[in-house]
């Protein structure tokens, strides 16, 4: 069905960054908002960044702003997630994830069940 397929995870130094991206196939992409999620090692899996189907409104957990981005570009199918000012606690397993209805509205962080598809996520890690 959906194939979402994350990269750009990688070991970087606090205060470094990273660009997340996340390729989308086998739905109509630019007709759905796109998430970030994390899940840190014995955690549970949290949400980190949105954007609606026209890259017009995008909300952040408040433990990533002013340090991370969420955008997309349609017409190659991909969400990105800019993150900058890396800390150890953004050390985690990122993954992106399409939103189960059309067009919704982006006003508030979403549950997990407002998704229906995933990708496997891609490892952050931060070091001190």
């Known amino acids: 069905q959906v194939q979402l397929v994350e990269s750009g995870g990688g070991l970087v130094q606090a205060g470094g960054s990273l660009r997340l991206s996340c390729v989308v196939s086998?739905?109509?992409?630019?007709?759905?908002?796109m998430a970030w999620f994390r899940q840190a090692p014995g955690k549970e899996r949290e949400f980190v960044a949105i954007t609606d189907w026209r890259d017009y409104r995008q909300v952040y957990a408040d433990s990533v702003k002013g340090r991370f981005t969420v955008s997309r570009d349609n017409a190659k199918n991909t969400v990105f997630l800019q993150m900058v000012n890396l800390i150890p606690e953004d050390t985690a397993v990122y993954y992106c994830a399409a939103d189960r209805q059309m067009q919704r509205a982006v006003t508030a962080p979403p549950g997990l069940e407002d998704f229906s598809s995933w990708g496997r996520g891609t490892q952050v890690t931060v070091s001190s």
């Open positions: 086998g739905n109509t992409f630019g007709l759905y908002a």
